[in-house]
């Protein structure tokens, strides 16, 4: 007899030969955040990257909810017709690419598991502030209550879980979008995964606790470090992978393209607003700044930040100029 499989608030497609992309994509925020999710049966561990918002669909009829449950028990096309983690053999390591909501309400599903930040800035993710910073009580919602391993810039994530194995995933503080906004990068696969750092086709945004000339440095670094990781990959002769250049996967919208020309485009566009070259296009109230925004859903870039974050900025280059 066929049964259907039950009806989830995810998709999950792959990306390469050991890494999904899910999509949560009806949510009741509007987030569709993508999260990603590294199978490494050799270290016996699932990486997962951000956990999207806690499964809460538009869709009622909707029973699959959680992430976990979705990733240990509904079937993939893509992975043979199988479960990601099928019977939960494997065990899990998280890491959040900041804490925006939603990006971590899923995490108490993976209480049980060591789930890594950025180490850039412990205040910021101080308990206490975690409501305020999270956005979760700008919602109204419940803050979820967890442990992070706050880890250094460069940190590779190695797994404990039946050995030490290193995962050849590499962790990069890239503050700027948030003071703990981090990026990963996958050595293998040459996939670097950015949050929300940059995506297309949806507003950029910035929340009061950004900072757009913070951002210009990790975007200079991130140039750098992919130029880099794609000159080694021209002149390695026997390289891992089948890949020949970086992509970038983002925390919505955005996957699988070429990074070097995402990021100087990203950049390019940045500095055309810091320039007056484009127009605002609203203004409005939010969380107790004058909030601006730069173009509109659907073009490849648009922004939208407190108006403080551009004066600091253009401040900043008129010093340095
Ligand atoms: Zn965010």
Redesign the pocket.
């Known amino acids: 007899m066929y049964h259907q499989p039950p009806r989830a608030a995810f998709r999950a497609s792959r990306l390469t030969p050991t890494t999904f992309l899910i999509k949560e994509y009806d949510d009741v925020y509007s987030e569709h955040p993508h999260i990603y999710v590294k199978v490494d049966t050799q270290a016996n561990t699932i990486l997962i990257i951000d956990t999207g918002c806690g499964g809460k669909s538009n869709d009622q009829t909707i029973e699959v909810k959680s992430l976990r449950r979705f990733i240990e028990t509904v079937a993939v096309d893509d992975n043979n017709g199988l479960p990601l983690n099928k019977g939960a053999n494997m065990k899990y390591i998280i890491a959040l690419t ?1 804490c ?1 909501y ?2 971590i309400l899923a995490v108490e599903d993976f209480k049980d598991s060591i789930v890594l930040a950025s180490g850039h800035s412990p205040s910021f993710l101080d308990k206490n502030v975690m409501p305020e910073h999270s956005l979760c009580k700008n919602l109204g919602i419940n803050t979820p209550i967890f442990a992070s391993t706050l880890v250094p810039h460069l940190y590779d994530i190695v797994s404990s879980h039946g050995g030490n194995h290193r995962l050849g995933v590499t962790i990069l503080h890239t503050p700027g ?2 003071p703990d906004e981090i990026a990963l990068y996958d050595e293998a696969d040459m996939m670097l995964y950015v ?2 750092t940059i995506y297309e086709w949806e507003p950029t ?1 910035f ?1 009061k606790e950004g900072s757009i000339v913070t951002w210009f440095s990790s975007m200079d670094f991130l140039i750098a470090f992919v130029k880099g990781k794609n000159e080694e990959r021209k002149l390695s002769t026997q390289a891992k992978g089948s890949a020949t250049q970086v992509l970038v996967n983002s ?1 919505h919208q955005t996957a699988l393209q070429p990074a070097v020309e995402l990021l100087l485009a990203a950049k390019d566009y940045m500095q055309e607003v810091l320039d007056g070259k484009r127009s605002v296009t609203d203004r409005r109230w939010n969380r107790g700044e004058e909030t601006v925004s730069y173009g509109k859903t659907g073009d490849r870039f648009s922004l939208r930040c407190p108006a403080r974050l551009i004066r600091e900025a253009r401040e900043g280059q008129k010093i340095t100029a």
């Open positions: 900041h925006h939603d990006h979008h948030t949050g929300d945004i929340p925390g």
